[in-house]
């Protein structure tokens, strides 16, 4: 499995990008939401997770934009702030993560994918 993180802050990038890395599972991290549109637009991942609050692009508007080409992507929002309302309504592969640091919600996150 092909996982792209995106994560502005370079020491959580970096630390939860090798939590989040197996046997079976790659993954990819970079700093901005258009860096990540570059990325997947290669060769799309099987999995986004993103940090909502990012510089330029936010990563909502990343979900919004790569749902919008296939509204079956498995995407996954992080923040330590609410949510709100999905970024793209009967999504069914895009849900919240409240927080990087709560690490049992990110391995049941990780197993349902």
């Known amino acids: 499995m092909r996982i792209l993180y995106v994560e502005d802050n370079a020491d959580l990038r970096e630390t939860i990008g090798l ?36 510089p330029g692009l936010s990563g909502t508007d990343l979900a919004r934009q790569l749902l919008e080409a296939d509204a079956q992507r498995w995407i996954i929002l992080c923040s330590g702030y609410d949510l709100g309302p999905s970024p793209r309504p009967g999504a069914p592969m895009c849900g919240p993560c409240s927080s990087p640091s709560r690490s049992r919600t990110w391995r049941l996150s990780l197993i349902h994918i």
């Open 19 to 54: 939590l989040m890395e197996s046997e079976s599972r790659f993954v990819t991290s970079c700093a901005t939401a258009e860096q990540a549109l570059e990325l997947d637009a290669a060769q799309p991942f099987d999995v986004v997770v993103s940090d909502v609050s990012l």
